[in-house]
């Protein structure tokens, strides 16, 4: 996974902190189909994620009205109700507006 | 780490989203100082960090003047030097406002 390419400020992020139950139990392939159709959505700029006991996935969105598209979305509720049955021992979930970015690269 | 305790909305996040050179050079124990360096800043709320090839730090602040005098102090100026010159890759910094939160715990 890259730095996600997000244009110029203003846009929204998602950030969205967990700790995971043991065991997979179908996690790892919904975490992936999410990730796909997340990509797909109208206002969708870019996702960064890494878990390292903690799992932060962190994406990038045109506006809160895409944000809250994406919530509602049929496959993503189903992912977000088999997230608080079984996969999840907590998480927060946090709506931001970016301010201003800046970056840098030695290339 | 655990899913940072942040309060009530709004507040502010940073979203540091790096990705490493290799070998160590110093960098571990920095980012250990850095860490314990951040947390006592006033305005400081908390921190969650991962890293799975991208690393991800969002640190959390009551306002954008405690992330500005964040940045400017002197031992993360050291950091922030050292990190271009020696430890990044690349790496993109986002200054966001958290605008809604929540949260979820099976305990």
């Not at 730095?3 to 065991?23: E, L, N």
């Not at 390292?52 to 919530?71: H, M, N, R």
């Amino acid at each position: 996974m890259s730095i996600a390419s997000t244009g110029a400020t203003p846009y929204y992020a998602v950030i969205f902190t967990s700790i995971r139950t043991s065991g997979d139990g179908g996690y790892g392939d919904m975490a992936d189909a999410m990730l796909e159709a997340a990509a797909k959505q109208p206002g969708f700029l870019g996702v960064e994620s890494a878990r390292e006991g903690l799992g932060i996935t962190v994406s990038y969105w045109e506006s809160l009205e895409a944000i809250a598209a994406w919530k509602r979305d049929a496959e993503h509720l189903t992912a977000q109700k088999l997230g608080r049955e079984q996969w999840y021992e907590c998480y927060k979930t946090r709506i931001c507006k970016v301010e201003r970015d800046y970056d840098f690269s030695r290339l």
